[in-house]
């Protein structure tokens, strides 16, 4: 019934589509911005390290475990606007946060936005695929944009509001949150008008559609039970691959800049944005890509294909590590979208789960690699991280035992 519902129509909903990319931007926006709070609860609270190290761990386990359950619940149970309580979640965290009167506040504040999260992004995913029209590239793509471009605004928006104000400002951030409900409940509106229109129109669309995506799927649906679950298994190790090394960047590629080239914490930061935002680009060129040749060479190109310039990366001037950044940012973001639309391809009548175990991965193995690095770097010093960490795209070569479903 999905893969029907979801080609239901000849053109992708882009009102849909665009409102889900303006939610993702604004959920994201505000998650990134409790790391860049980090050095204000430190001093407010006279916390450790390890405190500090929990506090990510209450928002990371609270929104990595929770995404596949509710991605399950909701399969069994649409519910269009799971999306707008999940928001009045944050909403109550960002209050806990702002106002906080003890560390274990602070904590349950932090849970509270990882829960938000953890609505989000099964319901958006589902939402997504359903109004792709067999567009799943572009669909997830444009989902995505957004996502990544709030993830790197969150903590310039931090540092422009919340770090000169102090803690107590991050109340303000509550009407970016009420922006999103409302965003949400318009967008939950028209997907259930949508879904009403994709089921009246079912019957005659599944004979004559043959996109891509619809091609993928009945292919996916002829493999056995355990085909299914060895094919979702290389696809963790892929996805585990891109986030370790993406965790490198996201956590320590600033310290890598001032370490190497001596360069002030003010570039190393414009560094870093350029890299998170050329990111953005990465994931609709990588969703539109896939929709022409296919999910499987996509993930070729993303993860393997950005090798040969990792492995250079750690011996190039400043110049040329800003440009190869770029260039590996751009090539390794566009991974994501085709690991998550091969593995919803493989259990279609799914969405919600593969999507909260997917995005939930993304992020649980993102938090978890940047751990390990920073034990690394204690070791042997965060120039060596790099010349170690660049040959961990080398598991994109685990492609090869992906069955060929495209």
């Not at 959920?27 to 709070?37: E, R």
């Not at 931090?158 to 949400?184: C, E, T």
């Not at 999910?295 to 590590?321: M, Q």
């Amino acid at each position: 019934m999905t893969a029907t519902l979801a080609n239901a129509t000849s053109r992708p909903l882009l009102p849909i589509l665009v409102a889900l990319s303006g939610a993702h931007l604004l959920n994201d926006l505000i998650q990134s911005m409790i790391p860049a709070m980090y050095p204000l609860i430190k001093e407010a609270y006279h916390l450790d390290f390890a405190q500090i190290g929990l506090i990510t761990l209450a928002f990371q386990v609270t929104s990595s475990l929770l995404q596949p359950i509710l991605g399950h619940v909701t399969d069994a149970r649409p519910w269009p606007y799971a999306m707008v309580a999940g928001m009045g979640a944050t909403l109550t965290g960002l209050f806990g946060l702002a106002f906080a009167p003890n560390y274990t506040m602070i904590l349950l504040s932090a849970a509270m936005i990882g829960l938000g999260s953890a609505v989000f992004h099964p319901e958006a995913t589902r939402m997504a695929r359903h109004a792709a029209a067999g567009q799943q590239g572009l669909a997830q793509g444009i989902f995505q944009i957004g996502g990544h471009v709030g993830y790197a605004a969150g903590p310039l928006l931090a540092a422009m509001i919340v770090v000169p104000r102090g803690q107590s400002s991050l109340a303000w951030m509550s009407v970016v949150a009420l922006v999103a409900m409302v965003l949400m409940a318009w967008t939950g509106t028209r997907y259930a008008e949508m879904r009403r229109s994709q089921a009246a129109a079912a019957t005659t669309a599944a004979t004559a559609t043959k996109s891509p995506s619809h091609a993928t799927s009945a292919s996916a649906a002829q493999l056995s039970s355990g085909q299914v679950l060895f094919a979702m298994a290389i696809l963790i190790l892929i996805l585990l691959s891109k986030n370790a090394y993406t965790a490198a960047f996201s956590s320590y590629y600033t310290f890598y800049l001032i370490e190497r080239f001596g360069v002030s914490v003010q570039l190393s930061q414009i560094m870093l944005f350029l890299y998170l935002v050329v990111g953005a680009l990465g994931v609709i060129i990588g969703g539109m890509v896939g929709d022409r040749i296919g999910r499987h060479r996509v993930i070729w190109l993303s993860i393997l294909g950005a090798l040969p310039f990792a492995l250079i990366l750690p011996f190039a001037d400043l110049f040329w590590t800003g440009v190869l950044s770029v260039v590996i940012s751009l090539i390794m973001a566009s991974a994501f979208s085709a690991i998550l639309i091969y593995a919803i391809d493989l259990v279609p009548h799914r969405v919600g789960l593969v999507g909260g175990l997917f995005y939930g991965l993304a992020f649980g193995l993102g938090g978890l690699a940047a751990a390990a690095l920073g034990v690394l770097a204690d070791w042997v010093g965060i120039v060596a991280v790099f010349k170690i960490v660049a040959w961990v795209p080398a598991l994109g070569l685990l492609t090869f035992l992906l069955p060929r479903t495209s």
